[in-house]
């Protein structure tokens, strides 16, 4: 289990600016009184629901760091409005209800709100979901560039080949690009990321996310592990662990990383409980990264209608292990069936990918239609050409 975030470790809650929305005046008027039992001075009270999407807009135009709906008035015109201002606010939404069933937390969760406050409110349950979006706020607050870009590697199912893309995506930028890039491995709890790498860490993502109280740039930097590459890596752990990934968790992690890095690439596998939490949404892009094959586009269909509604802008598809003319389903049959085009076909190279598995050795040793294909990713990503150094030819590769 996760270590609890003592209360004592947010900073910032009092300056948080709050917008309460609630049409019924009591539970309004309790929301309010505990709120200013925790010194919240910056907070906006509306009794109704915004009814149109201009009034919606004014709302959002205050730049609030914590939006508070009332869900038990009208529920479905309260999530209605959750899912519509998470999709366009960098704030935190919050819910409070005095329904605690499990449907209408995932209901919520699933439409975007951050926290589920259960009414009769607790000061301490209110002070540590605010101190969560206290330190969530310099991540958030603003644009998504601030601070690094985050790219998000997930696999359409097991065995896409997500770890190896997303691995010498992770070594492009930070040797091709000149980039300060860390890599998250996520895939918990048998992500092999590190073992692609041929590194042996002595800390891992759990130990993060167990710590998550004390996350800083101070303590990420003291368990991640190096690359000759110079790539940093915070590497899955070498062995089973008992540890929930929890959103708030997950969400510091990511924070704390984009402080200190230009780039943060992280290997989600094929965890689609992961697709849930905030990762999709703190994305600067998804790649989902699939084969030519029906369980891969099915698979790949139903993680797009759940964790993209909205279109998805940050969502790029990846088409791996392709083979041109190959038979079977095509591109044009993806792009059709997903509702959007394959961005990116890695070519397939069986020999020197099982290689590379078996012995930690580089993708490839020179100039191929593999490494070119992901040096594309990598410059596309941080915004530069990658290219090979023709005479070095047969020393080239992504590992170094």
Known sequence: MSTPIPESDYTGVSDLSVALIGPSEQDRRSMAHALSGLSITNLKEFTAYPARSIEMQRIMDENFDVIIIDLDSDQKQALDLVEHMASQNAATIMVYSSQTDPSTLVRCMRAGAREFLSQPIASGSLSEALGRAATRRPATHGTKHDGAKVLVFLGGKGGSGVTTVACNFAVALAQG????????????????AALTLGITPQFSAVDALQNASRMDANFLSKILAKHSSGLSILAAPGKFPNVEVRNDAVEKLISTARLGFEYVVIDAGSRFDLSGTALVDLADVVYLVMQAGIPELRNSHRVI????????????????????????????????????????????????????????????????????????????????????????????????
Not at 177 to 192: E, F, R
Not at 320 to 331: H, K, Q, T, W
Not at 373 to 381: D, F, K, L, V
Request: charged share 25%; with cysteine.
């Open 305 to 400: 209608s759940e964790y993209f509604k909205s279109g998805g802008s940050n969502l790029e598809i990846v088409l791996n292990r392709f083979i041109p003319r190959a038979g079977g389903v095509d591109e044009e049959h993806i792009a059709k069936a997903l509702n959007r085009p394959v961005q990116w076909k890695i070519p397939s190279d069986y020999v020197a990918v099982r290689r590379m598995q078996n012995e930690a050795t580089p993708l490839t040793q020179e100039d191929s239609m593999i490494s070119r294909a992901i040096q594309e990713m990598a410059g596309a990503a941080c915004g530069v050409t990658v290219q090979l150094d023709k005479k070095k030819k047969k020393g080239f590769s992504l590992f170094g």
């Open 177 to 192: 690009c000149g980039k300060n890039t860390l890599m998250i491995d996520l895939d918990l709890p048998l992500g092999d």
